[in-house]
């Protein structure tokens, strides 16, 4: 008893042809969209790299970028096999290609159901990566001389102007950390000594943040320094100023930015996989119809055309028999290589 | 006294026609990407308008609209009349409607040469626009408390971090302007009310500048206040730093990225205009051979086509005579008006 059977005469058939080439070519289009967006994605994970400690999240774009690939190939090559479904002297050299090709269209399907669940997946992974990569962005701000580091100050300071934001969690960040170099302080002067002295590692901490942190939107000209002193600045208090730096921390923003983008695709990619699912389903109507059409008398007349042969739980029991023969007969191969070994041993 | 006069046998007209047929539709697409260009150029127009004191400068991305629409009609017709112009039966009907067609055609593709020369002409009335408006963002900047001019402080802030540029014509601007407003102001400090009694207007000038000057690529924490003081920072002297702050000024960097807009521009309207006079001298040519088999029993001989039938100054004053004729009229009715 076959799943979800149909009947096809032949005016359906040369319809479903028609149709499934043009929507094969519709999936060939979808996977190269996929193609650009996975593109696009990894693009902007590598702009932001070097405030990233590491590239786990890179497996989402990776996976998005070979699946188009294949998929492209699979539905041109779908495009072909029902170009000469029509012709029966044509049909029947795909005959072998087709079971194979369903087998790789259900693991492209899989792998894009898996980077779309990735991409939700890996965001705590993401959040860690930007964690340290920005708290080593903040410590070596100050490192402007420094080869392999010299450019942390303007990539943070960049970051922090473009995305809005101060800090790995917020502003605090930078009071933790000396990020005024040696080179610009005053060793002689007082109140650096002072600074320096008043705490354990030596470092000139200052409850101050570096330019970048400042907010455009604020009414007054940005204060930067002696933050939470309330008498270093008229008219200031630090409790309920919220509009003179950058409330929001980078690590934050980063990661909304990136979920932001993966959001934006994941619809995207799961339309296409139900296109891919379409394609396939209607090649397997295709070439049951068109098989049971050749094996008539009248290859015009009625066919049937189906999703399984037997039902689902005859299937699987095929298909662990087919198995169970394969494995038992590799066996047996194997069983009377050792007896030969065995023989020559014994002969030699 | 003809002007570029060329034979036509059939088999050229057919091809003509045809080849005039394709390069319509190209003229189509090519004017509806004038009119994309000059949208594009309005909007970033548009974006700076609160820094530009009048829109003059607009013209020339209104001029690009215009001339994309119309040639949209232009090329619209060429296609329908090269269709017809095979058919000896159809083709009469566009007769008339010819001469006042290519009048309005050249006017509108002499109008898109226009557009891109103006685009260079206008610059220095641009420059002026953005000296006017800048240094009144520059001195409104405190006013973040009066009503209509409360967003200039974050105009110009956002303004001079994305250009990477500082002031009107450069930093200095800052010096002139107080640029912190008195409600931050402790007038019971020595400091504030030194420097206040120390200009005739009474204003707190610093020689500072607001942290949107600061620049990312400097190797030092940015420098804002106290700039030509130099034993105020340690290892610092104003006369050589450059890194600190931006040193463009924002006049110059905004001229800067709107010439560069309009060269784009420029490129793609120039090649837009060669597609539209090259459409307007084939269906010139086409009539005019068309026009000879007219009447004629055997469609497929031998005809002249040429561009204009007299010489030029006299086919500019055939076509100014009704123009004169209609002003003369005019004048003659005042006249007779006045006299009775």
């Not at chain 1, 996977?31 to 070097?50: D, M, N, P, Q």
């Not at chain 2, 001989?301 to 005579?321: A, F, P, R, S």
Request: aromatic share 12%; net charge neutral.
């Amino acid at each position: 008893m076959a799943l979800l059977k149909m009947k096809f005469p032949l005016q359906r058939r040369v319809r479903l042809a028609q149709g499934l080439w043009l929507l094969s070519w519709l999936a060939v289009l979808s996977g190269a969209f996929i193609f650009c967006l996975g593109v696009y994605l990894k693009t902007e994970l590598l702009r932001r790299a070097e405030v990233m400690d590491n590239a786990e999240i890179h497996v989402v774009p990776n996976i998005l970028m070979l699946v188009s690939l294949a998929s492209i190939g699979t539905n041109w090559f779908a495009g072909r096999v029902c170009q000469d479904s029509l012709d029966t002297t044509r049909f029947p050299r795909w005959k072998r290609f087709l079971m194979g090709w369903f087998a790789v269209v259900a693991l492209l399907c899989s792998l894009l159901v898996t980077a779309v669940v990735l991409s939700y997946a890996l965001q705590g992974r993401l959040e860690e990566s930007l964690k340290v990569g920005l708290r080593n962005g903040i410590r070596f701000y100050r490192d402007t001389d420094v080869p392999g580091r010299c450019f942390q100050k303007e990539t943070i300071d960049r970051l922090q102007i473009q995305l809005r934001c101060c800090g790995n969690t917020n502003y605090r960040d930078w009071f933790e950390v000396q990020w005024i170099s040696n080179r610009y302080l005053n060793f002689t002067s007082k109140e650096v000594k002072d600074r320096v002295r008043s705490n354990v590692d030596g470092r000139y901490l200052v409850d101050g943040v570096p330019f970048s942190c400042c907010n455009p939107e604020s009414p007054r000209p940005c204060l930067q320094y002696h933050l939470l002193d309330n008498n270093a600045h008229y008219n200031y208090e630090y409790q309920t100023e919220s509009l003179n730096l950058y409330s929001r921390g980078c690590r934050q923003a980063l990661v909304d930015y990136y979920m932001e983008l993966m959001n934006t695709i994941g619809p995207g990619v799961l339309s296409v996989i139900l296109t891919q699912i379409t394609v396939a389903v209607s090649l397997r109507y295709l070439q049951t119809a068109v098989e049971g059409a050749m094996a008539l008398d009248n290859p015009e007349d009625d066919s049937d055309g189906y999703l399984l042969e037997k039902n689902l739980k005859e299937t699987i029991q095929d298909i662990k028999t087919y198995f169970l023969i394969l494995y038992m007969r590799n066996k047996i191969n194997l069983e009377s290589d050792d007896a030969d070994a065995a023989e020559k041993a014994t002969a030699s | 006294m003809v002007v570029m006069k060329m034979k036509f046998p059939f088999e050229k007209r057919v091809k003509l026609a045809q080849g005039l047929w394709l390069l319509s539709w190209v003229a189509t697409m090519a004017g509806a990407v004038t009119f994309t260009l000059g949208c594009v150029l309005k909007t970033e127009l548009r974006r700076r308008a609160e820094v530009m004191d009048n829109t003059e400068i607009h013209v020339v991305p209104n001029t690009l609209m215009i001339v994309g629409v119309a040639s949209l009609g232009i090329n619209y017709f060429a296609g329908r009349i090269c269709q017809d112009a095979l058919d000896a039966g159809r083709f009469p009907r566009w007769k008339n409607f010819l001469k006042p067609y290519f009048a309005v055609s050249c006017f509108f593709t002499v109008l898109m040469l226009l557009s891109v020369i103006m685009s260079y002409a206008m610059k220095g009335n641009l420059e002026s626009s953005l000296k006017i408006g800048l240094k009144n963002g520059i001195r409104f900047y405190k006013d973040t408390d009066t009503p209509g001019r409360c967003f200039q402080k974050q105009t110009m802030d956002r303004l001079q971090m994305q250009f990477q540029c500082c002031g009107n014509t450069d930093y200095t601007d800052w010096f002139e302007v107080q640029w912190i407003s008195n409600r931050y102001l402790d007038f019971s400090c020595k400091d504030v009310k030194d420097r206040i009694k120390s200009n005739v207007d009474g204003r707190y000038l610093v020689d500072g500048v607001p942290f949107s000057c600061c620049n990312p690529s400097s190797p030092r924490p940015c420098i804002q206040y106290q700039l030509t003081n130099n034993s105020a920072h340690y290892n610092y002297e104003h006369q050589t730093e450059e890194l600190n702050i931006f040193v463009v000024g924002c006049r110059e960097a905004l001229v800067s990225y709107y010439m560069g807009l309009m060269n784009t521009i420029g490129v793609g309207v120039l090649s837009v205009f060669l597609i539209q006079a090259s459409v307007l001298v084939s269906l010139r040519y086409l009539q005019t051979a068309m026009e000879a088999v007219a009447g004629q029993e055997n469609t497929e001989i031998e005809t002249e086509g040429y561009l204009l039938e007299k010489g030029v100054k006299e086919t500019i004053m055939e076509y100014l005579d009704p123009v004169f004729k209609f002003l003369m009229l005019n004048k003659v009715e005042e006249g007779e008006a006045t006299d009775s």
